[in-house]
C-alpha cells in the first residue's frame, strides 16, 4: 500500500522559510513500522532544535531533501502498520516525531514498554530521542492530562535535570539563580521544581522576562523576584549568581556578564527561544551547554529506569496539576495553521499563556 505524507519542512539556514510538501511512502519492509502522527506539541522548545539542529543534530533524526530539514516534536501517534513481531497495528505510542502526518521506522529493542527505531540514520544519535513508548499498553493518564504530556513533558525533563544538576553543583555556590526567557514552559518548570525544594537550597531565584509577559511571570507565583529585561541593570541584585539561560540572547547575556563580573559563577546555556543574537557566549568564560540527554542518562543509570520513571513522573504529574491552571490548551488542525503558528514562534510573537496541540 501507498500513501502520501503531508510534512512541514524548515530550510535549515533560514528557519523563518518554510514549505507544506507531499511526499509519497512506500509498504513495509520486514522489520519496518509506520506511526500514524496523532498530535503533537508545539512549543519553543522546537525552535530551539531548529537553531542548534547542526550542532546537535536534530536535523539528523528525519532527513529531508537538502536545504529542507524536518523540526522533530514530541507526542503520540498509532501504529498504522507493522512488520515487526511484537509491535501490534493499532496501540498508541508517545515520542519523537517529524512534523509529518506518517512516520516509517525500523522498529527494535521491543518490550513491554518501548521499542525504538534503529534505522542506520539514528544509530548515532541519542537513545532518549529513539525510543517509542507503548502508552497504550502501561499507562492510562489521568483525566485532562494527557494533551499536556507533550507540551510539558520534554520541557520538564529538562527543567527537572538542569535543578539536579545546579543542586550536584551546590549552585555554584551563588545566593541567585537567574533564568531568562522566565515566561517559557522550560523556565516555568524550572522555577517550579526550585520552588518545592526552597527549603534544601534558600536561594533567590529570579525571572527575566520581556515587558509583555511580566504581569504573566508574576501571576504564575513561581519566582521570588520578576524583571523586566530592560529593567536588568538597575534592577538585578550585584550578589553571586548562577545564570539559566532559556533564551540564547547573546547581547543580554554579555550585558549581564559584564555588570555582575566575578560574581557570575556560572552560565548553564539551555534554549535559544531569542535566536538571532546567539552565540556572543565566547567572551564569557563561565558560559557551558546544557545538553538534558547527556545528564539524563546519568540520572536514570543512578536511580535504575523503575525508580526513575517513578521520580520523574510524579514531579511531572505536579508541574501539570499546577501549570493547567495557567496555560490554556489552543489546538491547530491544518498545516497551514502550523506553519503560521511556528513562524510566529521563531518571531517571539506567541503568547506564553498558550499550549499548541497540533492535531492531524
Same mark, same amino acid.
Given at each position: 500500500?501507498?500513501?502520501?505524507?503531508?510534512?512541514?519542512?524548515?530550510?535549515?539556514?533560514?528557519?523563518?522559510?518554510?514549505?507544506?510538501?507531499? #511526499?509519497?511512502?512506500?509498504? $513495509? @519492509?520486514? +522489520?519496518?513500522? *509506520?506511526?500514524? *502522527?496523532?498530535?503533537? &506539541?508545539?512549543?519553543?522548545?522546537?525552535?530551539?532544535? @531548529?537553531?542548534?539542529?547542526?550542532?546537535?543534530?536534530?536535523?539528523?533524526?528525519?532527513?529531508?531533501?537538502?536545504?529542507?530539514?524536518?523540526?522533530?516534536?514530541?507526542?503520540? &501517534?498509532?501504529? #498504522?502498520?507493522?512488520?515487526?513481531?511484537?509491535? #501490534?497495528?493499532?496501540?498508541?505510542?508517545?515520542?519523537?516525531?517529524?512534523?509529518?502526518?506518517?512516520?516509517?521506522?525500523?522498529?527494535?529493542?521491543?518490550?513491554?514498554?518501548?521499542?525504538?527505531?534503529?534505522?542506520?540514520?539514528?544509530?548515532?544519535? @541519542?537513545?532518549?530521542?529513539?525510543?517509542?513508548?507503548?502508552?497504550?499498553?502501561?499507562?492510562?493518564?489521568?483525566?485532562?492530562?494527557?494533551?499536556?504530556?507533550?507540551? $510539558?513533558?520534554?520541557?520538564?525533563?529538562?527543567?527537572?535535570?538542569?535543578?539536579?544538576?545546579?543542586?550536584?553543583?551546590?549552585?555554584?555556590?551563588?545566593?541567585?539563580?537567574?533564568? $531568562?526567557? @522566565?515566561?517559557?514552559?522550560?523556565?516555568?518548570?524550572?522555577?517550579? $521544581?526550585?520552588?518545592?525544594?526552597?527549603?534544601?537550597? !534558600?536561594?533567590?531565584?529570579?525571572?527575566?522576562?520581556?515587558?509583555? !509577559?511580566?504581569?504573566?511571570?508574576?501571576?504564575?507565583?513561581?519566582?521570588?523576584?520578576? /524583571?523586566?529585561?530592560?529593567?536588568? &541593570?538597575?534592577?538585578?541584585?550585584?550578589?553571586?549568581?548562577?545564570?539559566?539561560?532559556?533564551? +540564547?540572547?547573546?547581547?543580554?547575556?554579555? &550585558?549581564?556578564?559584564?555588570?555582575?563580573? %566575578?560574581?557570575?559563577?556560572?552560565?548553564?546555556?539551555?534554549?535559544?527561544?531569542?535566536?538571532?543574537?546567539?552565540?556572543?557566549?565566547?567572551?564569557?568564560?563561565?558560559?557551558?551547554?546544557?545538553?538534558?540527554?547527556?545528564?539524563?542518562?546519568?540520572?536514570?543509570?543512578?536511580?535504575?529506569?523503575?525508580?526513575?520513571?517513578?521520580?520523574?513522573?510524579?514531579?511531572?504529574?505536579?508541574?501539570?496539576?499546577?501549570?493547567?491552571?495557567?496555560?490554556?490548551? %489552543?489546538?491547530?488542525?491544518?498545516? #497551514?495553521?502550523?506553519?503560521?503558528?511556528?513562524?510566529?514562534?521563531?518571531?517571539?510573537?506567541?503568547?506564553?499563556?498558550?499550549?499548541? /496541540?497540533?492535531?492531524?
Amino acid at each position: 500500500m501507498q500513501m502520501i505524507n503531508k510534512s512541514l519542512y524548515t530550510e535549515k539556514k533560514a528557519i523563518l522559510n518554510t514549505s507544506i510538501k507531499e #511526499e509519497e511512502m512506500t509498504s $513495509t @519492509a520486514d +522489520g519496518e513500522v *509506520i506511526l500514524k *502522527i496523532d498530535k503533537y &506539541a508545539l512549543t519553543s522548545n522546537n525552535v530551539t532544535y @531548529a537553531v542548534i539542529g547542526y550542532q546537535v543534530k536534530y536535523w539528523d533524526f528525519f532527513p529531508a531533501p537538502e536545504p529542507w530539514g524536518k523540526v522533530p516534536v514530541w507526542g503520540f &501517534a498509532t501504529v #498504522e502498520e507493522s512488520k515487526c513481531e511484537g509491535v #501490534e497495528v493499532g496501540e498508541k505510542v508517545y515520542g519523537y516525531f517529524p512534523m509529518s502526518q506518517y512516520l516509517k521506522i525500523k522498529a527494535g529493542k521491543v518490550n513491554q514498554f518501548s521499542f525504538m527505531d534503529i534505522s542506520e540514520h539514528r544509530q548515532a544519535l @541519542a537513545p532518549i530521542y529513539n525510543t517509542y513508548s507503548r502508552e497504550g499498553k502501561i499507562l492510562n493518564f489521568p483525566e485532562g492530562v494527557e494533551d499536556f504530556i507533550p507540551i $510539558t513533558k520534554p520541557l520538564f525533563m529538562t527543567s527537572f535535570l538542569i535543578c539536579e544538576f545546579l543542586h550536584l553543583e551546590d549552585f555554584f555556590t551563588s545566593e541567585n539563580v537567574i533564568i $531568562t526567557s @522566565a515566561s517559557s514552559k522550560t523556565s516555568l518548570g524550572l522555577a517550579y $521544581t526550585l520552588k518545592n525544594i526552597q527549603k534544601d537550597h !534558600n536561594k533567590n531565584v529570579i525571572g527575566l522576562t520581556s515587558t509583555r !509577559n511580566v504581569e504573566f511571570v508574576k501571576e504564575t507565583g513561581l519566582y521570588n523576584q520578576v /524583571i523586566d529585561y530592560k529593567d536588568v &541593570a538597575a534592577e538585578v541584585p550585584s550578589k553571586d549568581s548562577v545564570m539559566v539561560d532559556m533564551a +540564547g540572547n547573546g547581547k543580554l547575556n554579555l &550585558a549581564l556578564y559584564e555588570q555582575l563580573g %566575578e560574581r557570575l559563577k556560572h552560565l548553564c546555556k539551555v534554549g535559544l527561544t531569542d535566536w538571532s543574537s546567539a552565540n556572543m557566549e565566547s567572551k564569557i568564560p563561565v558560559a557551558r551547554f546544557f545538553f538534558a540527554p547527556t545528564y539524563a542518562q546519568g540520572f536514570f543509570k543512578k536511580h535504575g529506569p523503575a525508580k526513575g520513571n517513578e521520580i520523574t513522573t510524579k514531579a511531572l504529574y505536579s508541574f501539570i496539576e499546577t501549570a493547567s491552571k495557567w496555560i490554556d490548551l %489552543e489546538y491547530l488542525s491544518t498545516f #497551514e495553521d502550523l506553519q503560521s503558528t511556528f513562524t510566529a514562534m521563531i518571531s517571539g510573537k506567541v503568547d506564553p499563556s498558550k499550549g499548541y /496541540i497540533v492535531k492531524s
